[in-house]
């Protein structure tokens, strides 16, 4: 049940695992035809505001004032709780909330738009030829992605009935909003379940439960831990089912008395803002947690990248430590004559910023010092570098900058400066490029725009710009997997771009992605394989980033210190 082929990201991802199931076939989409647009509210004095406006207009600074008066009263009766998550949302955005458009995935997929009637003050019940309709294709579950409140003969129609999601300990949290009232009455955990709907509201048969421990630090950190940990609870609920273990599954649970819960009052906000402000507090001064810190480093593999993509055993790394206070991430690798030249972040935790460096090596068994080249007032990572027209360029990550520029080596390795700026008032995460089909791509993230979740894509017909960018930006939603982890190449014929898996932990895991169609019109990629971090290797919490040369790989590897 959903109101169309738009998503949100939970959601998506909860169906690509139902798709993605064996024996488990996506058969119909119902559709909630009673999503109308809400008509703009027109005052019955906008005569009367005109003629005052006409008044004042010479008045201007009076006008002014009268505006910010008329704002200020305005937000006085703006709930302070839709404030704060308006300031959370621009600083730890919920990407369980993300729309997702699947019509591409859906797009064989059969429709039947339904219209409801209610009874009472909130009850939906479909009429007679829809639930004909319905009952026709002969299904087994129906997931409820849209519509409210169901009753009637709907629910019994699929052989396991119609299951829906509550994100809350149902036992002792009704209504919402999910995940806060965990932390304002400071519950170490968070419940959620997967029930069957009854007639009877909050009442359902539970198919599956879970706790996760409470986020006290935010209230959209505990809501996306609380929406991404069910994603697979359907798909798993499937499989016992074809398995025959679901027989204790479908049985009456607890009724809940919890009280139903509403949004936050402003006092309630109050209350919410010292209780996660004194946690933060805490953690740092009075409890004296370890502190943690993430530590990379550059790692040589003797491997060509075909064997790592798909590959159930961990390759051997040979890791390159980096000097006291620092850290080595983004190697790129440039060879020129018999010396391969490997450019990496140089990040100091002193200066808390990063810098361009590079090392040489002739075997990959030794290695010169570093040598910084590019270092400035900000931070620098993700040096990406390539050869045109014998020329040799970088291309790093700035993002503070609002800027992706190119520099250009005018005495290799030692000597950049700075030649153009490609994309100007975007803040470009990770930028890594590919000419193809002679035509110039750049995929990258977007700061401003959930840069882990959102792949954006530009094209041009020089290296130098103007670059365009695609019709479709982003191209590319998906939970946490859609970052650049190195060059694009070649695998089996077909270009393959790397990923940063950060669903788990920040660069858990690199990605391979098959480019499938790559055109200004359009673009589609495949998932084809992920290399996994050691759990047994000096850094075996995380590989976010690839490099492959022939024979040689090369990448980089985390551990908390």
């Given at each position: 049940?959903?109101?169309?082929?738009?998503?949100?990201?939970?959601?998506?991802?909860?169906?690509?695992?139902?798709?993605?199931?064996?024996?488990?076939?996506?058969?119909?989409?119902?559709?909630?035809?009673?999503?109308?647009?809400?008509?703009?509210?027109?005052?019955?004095?906008?005569?009367?505001?005109?003629?005052?406006?006409?008044?004042?207009?010479?008045?201007k600074i009076f006008q002014r004032l009268l505006t910010l008066y008329r704002q200020f009263f305005r937000l006085l009766k703006t709930p302070l709780w839709n404030l704060y998550q308006q300031f959370e949302n621009s600083y730890f955005p919920t990407e369980c909330d993300l729309k997702v458009s699947m019509s591409?995935?859906?797009?064989?997929?059969?429709?039947?738009?339904?219209?409801?009637?209610?009874?009472?003050?909130?009850?939906?019940?479909?009429?007679?030829?829809?639930?004909?309709?319905?009952?026709?294709?002969?299904?087994?579950?129906?997931?409820?992605?849209?519509?409210?409140?169901?009753?009637?003969?709907?629910?019994?129609?699929?052989?396991?009935?119609?299951?829906?999601?509550?994100?809350?300990?149902?036992?002792?949290?009704?209504?919402?909003?999910?995940?806060?009232?965990?932390?304002y009455n400071k519950d170490y955990w968070s419940g959620a379940i997967l029930q069957q709907l009854t007639e009877k509201l909050d009442d359902g048969i539970v198919l599956y439960n879970s706790q996760f421990r409470t986020e006290f630090s935010s209230y959209n950190k505990n809501k996306n831990k609380l929406f991404?940990?069910?994603?697979?609870?359907?798909?798993?609920?499937?499989?016992?089912?074809?398995?025959?273990?679901?027989?204790?599954?479908?049985?009456?649970?607890?009724?809940?008395?919890?009280?139903?819960?509403?949004?936050?009052?402003?006092?309630?906000?109050?209350?919410?803002?010292?209780?996660?402000?004194?946690?933060?507090?805490?953690?740092?001064?009075?409890?004296?947690?370890?502190?943690?810190?993430?530590?990379?480093?550059?790692?040589?593999?003797?491997?060509?990248?075909?064997?790592?993509?798909?590959?159930?055993?961990?390759?051997?790394?040979?890791?390159?430590?980096?000097?006291?206070?620092?850290?080595?991430?983004?190697?790129?690798?440039?060879?020129?004559?018999?010396?391969?030249?490997?450019?990496?972040?140089?990040?100091?935790?002193?200066?808390?910023?990063?810098?361009?460096?590079?090392?040489?090596?002739?075997?990959?068994?030794?290695?010169?010092?570093?040598?910084?080249?590019?270092?400035?007032?900000?931070?620098?990572?993700?040096?990406?570098?390539?050869?045109?027209?014998?020329?040799?360029?970088?291309?790093?990550?700035?993002?503070?900058?609002?800027?992706?520029?190119?520099?250009?080596?005018?005495?290799?390795?030692?000597?950049?400066?700075?030649?153009?700026?490609?994309?100007?008032?975007?803040?470009?995460?990770?930028?890594?490029?590919?000419?193809?089909?002679?035509?110039?791509?750049?995929?990258?993230?977007?700061?401003?725009?959930?840069?882990?979740?959102?792949?954006?894509?530009?094209?041009?017909?020089?290296?130098?710009?103007?670059?365009?960018?695609?019709?479709?930006?982003?191209?590319?939603?998906?939970?946490?997997?859609?970052?650049?982890?190195?060059?694009?190449?070649?695998?089996?014929?077909?270009?393959?771009?790397?990923?940063?898996?950060?669903?788990?932990?920040?660069?858990?895991?690199?990605?391979?992605?098959?480019?499938?169609?790559?055109?200004?019109?359009?673009?589609?990629?495949?998932?084809?394989?992920?290399?996994?971090?050691?759990?047994?290797?000096?850094?075996?919490?995380?590989?976010?980033?690839?490099?492959?040369?022939?024979?040689?790989?090369?990448?980089?590897?985390?551990?908390?210190?």
């Amino acid at each position: 049940m959903c109101t169309g082929h738009i998503f949100t990201a939970w959601q998506a991802e909860t169906i690509r695992h139902l798709i993605n199931t064996k024996r488990v076939s996506l058969e119909l989409l119902i559709g909630d035809s009673d999503i109308i647009e809400p008509i703009p509210n027109i005052s019955s004095n906008i005569q009367s505001q005109n003629i005052l406006k006409k008044i004042l207009r010479p008045v201007k600074i009076f006008q002014r004032l009268l505006t910010l008066y008329r704002q200020f009263f305005r937000l006085l009766k703006t709930p302070l709780w839709n404030l704060y998550q308006q300031f959370e949302n621009s600083y730890f955005p919920t990407e369980c909330d993300l729309k997702v458009s699947m019509s591409d995935e859906l797009i064989n997929i059969d429709t039947i738009y339904c219209r409801t009637y209610k009874k009472g003050k909130h009850s939906q019940y479909f009429t007679k030829s829809d639930l004909d309709r319905i009952k026709s294709y002969e299904l087994d579950m129906i997931l409820r992605f849209g519509f409210n409140i169901i009753r009637g003969k709907i629910l019994t129609i699929p052989t396991y009935g119609v299951w829906s999601f509550h994100h809350g300990n149902y036992l002792k949290y009704r209504g919402g909003p999910p995940g806060f009232w965990e932390i304002y009455n400071k519950d170490y955990w968070s419940g959620a379940i997967l029930q069957q709907l009854t007639e009877k509201l909050d009442d359902g048969i539970v198919l599956y439960n879970s706790q996760f421990r409470t986020e006290f630090s935010s209230y959209n950190k505990n809501k996306n831990k609380l929406f991404w940990g069910t994603t697979t609870w359907p798909a798993i609920v499937c499989r016992n089912i074809l398995a025959n273990t679901s027989k204790n599954m479908f049985n009456k649970s607890t009724e809940s008395t919890a009280p139903i819960y509403k949004s936050p009052t402003n006092l309630q906000v109050f209350r919410y803002l010292y209780i996660i402000i004194n946690y933060k507090i805490e953690s740092i001064f009075m409890k004296n947690p370890k502190i943690e810190n993430e530590h990379w480093a550059i790692g040589i593999i003797n491997s060509p990248i075909k064997e790592l993509i798909n590959s159930v055993q961990h390759p051997e790394v040979k890791w390159i430590e980096p000097p006291h206070n620092r850290f080595w991430a983004d190697p790129f690798l440039i060879k020129k004559e018999d010396i391969f030249y490997i450019f990496f972040e140089d990040y100091c935790h002193n200066k808390k910023r990063g810098r361009i460096s590079f090392i040489e090596t002739t075997d990959f068994k030794t290695f010169s010092d570093s040598k910084p080249i590019i270092d400035t007032s900000f931070h620098l990572s993700y040096p990406f570098l390539l050869e045109h027209k014998n020329k040799y360029y970088c291309i790093p990550e700035q993002q503070s900058t609002g800027e992706i520029a190119l520099y250009e080596s005018i005495s290799f390795p030692h000597k950049w400066t700075k030649t153009a700026t490609l994309i100007k008032n975007f803040h470009g995460i990770d930028p890594t490029i590919i000419k193809h089909n002679d035509i110039w791509w750049m995929f990258c993230g977007n700061l401003k725009d959930s840069s882990q979740c959102k792949l954006y894509l530009f094209h041009s017909d020089k290296l130098e710009g103007p670059w365009l960018p695609h019709k479709k930006n982003p191209v590319k939603i998906f939970l946490k997997k859609a970052r650049p982890a190195g060059a694009i190449f070649k695998y089996k014929g077909n270009l393959v771009r790397p990923a940063q898996n950060s669903t788990k932990t920040y660069g858990g895991s690199t990605i391979f992605y098959e480019i499938k169609t790559l055109t200004i019109d359009d673009y589609k990629e495949n998932f084809i394989g992920e290399l996994l971090p050691d759990l047994t290797s000096q850094y075996p919490d995380g590989i976010h980033h690839i490099m492959p040369s022939k024979n040689i790989t090369i990448v980089d590897g985390k551990k908390f210190i």
